[in-house]
């Protein structure tokens, strides 16, 4: 796992003792073509981080985004404590590292690399949502 973590940039601000830590915590799943992550209004509970594929973000049936390898969905709902935004929904064979929604908020608590790559990404999405 720490060698995965290790090419993400997400992480690449991080200690190898820091990714010893989230190596603990987090876990990879795998989706199909045409399968749902998440849907719109599903409560949050963990974030994403997509190691390898393609996956739409839709809203009201439009397809509001695309995301591909190295991006992360799902933190807006952990950090505003409201409901899932969008839909997720694979476009292709995906992997994903996933991050339950205590260490995700324990990550932006401690690391300020994190924070800020985050918050940047929540507020522009926040701002393309209004
Ligand atoms: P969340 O609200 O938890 O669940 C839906 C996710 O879609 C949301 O978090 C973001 O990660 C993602 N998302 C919402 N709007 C956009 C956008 N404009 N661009 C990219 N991703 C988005």
Redesign the pocket.
């Known amino acids: 796992m720490i060698e995965i973590l290790k090419e993400i940039p997400f992480f690449s601000q991080l200690s190898d003792e820091d990714l010893e830590a989230i190596a603990e915590t987090v876990e990879m799943q795998y989706f199909g073509p045409e399968q749902v992550v ?1 849907e ?1 209004g599903d409560y ?1 509970e963990e ?1 994403y981080i997509i190691k390898r594929g393609k996956v739409n ?1 839709i ?1 009201d049936y439009a397809i ?2 695309e ?1 591909s390898d190295n991006a ?7 950090v ?1 404590e ?7 929904k694979a476009m292709s064979d995906v992997e994903v590292l996933v991050l339950k929604k205590d260490d995700f908020k324990r990550l932006l608590e401690t690391k300020p690399s994190i924070a800020s790559v985050v918050s940047y990404e929540v507020v ?2 926040a701002n ?2 209004s």
Do not use: C, D, H
């Open positions: 998440f719109e949050g974030m973000v809203r509001i985004a995301l992360f969905f799902g933190e807006m709902a952990l505003s409201e409901p899932r935004n969008a839909t997720v522009k999405r393309q949502l």
